[in-house]
T-cell receptor, first 112, second 114 residues
């Protein structure tokens, strides 16, 4: 079945440093979504990428979808304490219909 | 709009007991999902539904059952609870098509089986 791998599992940064998490799928994806989960909270949708090579920005967050539509990344510039949480990618295969496969997540901690 | 609501928030079960986790959404979403999240892990799909009367298995359906008699409600039934079912359970829903396919998650039910 489809697998979505995410690295690193944990990342500790000083406030102001940059952060990147990477997501790789074993199969080609029709789209990929990113979610953020605050400690003790539930996943909250951040963005969806659909096109090969797509890049989208949300303030300090930059999302990329690979040319082969099998990998993606999330980059945060100048992290803030409010960025703390776990970031998940979730991929949808062409053949998986309405189902998403979630990566294991990257847990980000930010030291003030 | 309350969004996706789940009850109870917390529950402790003894091995072999049964319970139903409730999930309701008021956004008129056709698609609904049940996930479990073990500590420090990602989300695993248990069951999902594409509309009232239609359900299908996800990655980890064993030990669970679902029903979808209305658009709003998607309860998850645990029969003969086992310690391996200790987890946080999230219900989610989304629109059928068009625009973003984002899933809206409920606050979760934290279940411990002792």
């Amino acid at each position: 079945g489809q697998q979505v791998m995410q690295i690193p599992q944990y990342q500790h940064v000083q406030e102001g440093e940059d952060f990147t998490t990477y997501c790789n799928s074993s199969t080609t994806l029709s789209n990929i979504q990113w979610y953020k989960q605050r400690p003790g909270g539930h996943p909250v949708f951040l963005i969806q990428l659909v096109k090969s090579g797509e890049v989208k920005k949300q303030k300090r967050l930059t999302f990329q979808f690979g040319e082969a539509k099998k990998n993606s990344s999330l980059h945060i510039t100048a992290t803030q304490t409010t960025d703390v949480g776990t970031y998940f990618c979730a991929g949808r295969q062409e053949t998986s219909g309405s189902r998403l496969t979630f990566g294991e997540g990257t847990q980000l901690t930010v030291n003030p | 709009n309350a969004g996706v609501t789940q009850t109870p928030k917390f529950r402790i079960l003894k091995i072999g007991q049964s319970m139903t986790l409730q999930c309701t959404q008021d956004m008129n979403h056709n698609y609904m999902y049940w996930y479990r999240q073990d500590p420090g892990m990602g989300l695993k799909l248990i069951y999902y539904s594409v509309g009232a009367g239609i359900t299908d298995k996800g990655e980890v359906p064993n030990g669970y059952n679902v029903s979808r008699s209305t658009t709003e409600d998607f309860p998850l039934r645990l029969e003969l609870a086992a310690p391996s079912q200790t987890s946080v359970y999230f219900c989610a829903s989304r629109f059928t098509s068009g625009g973003y396919n984002e899933q809206f998650f409920g606050p979760g039910t934290r279940l411990t089986v002792l």
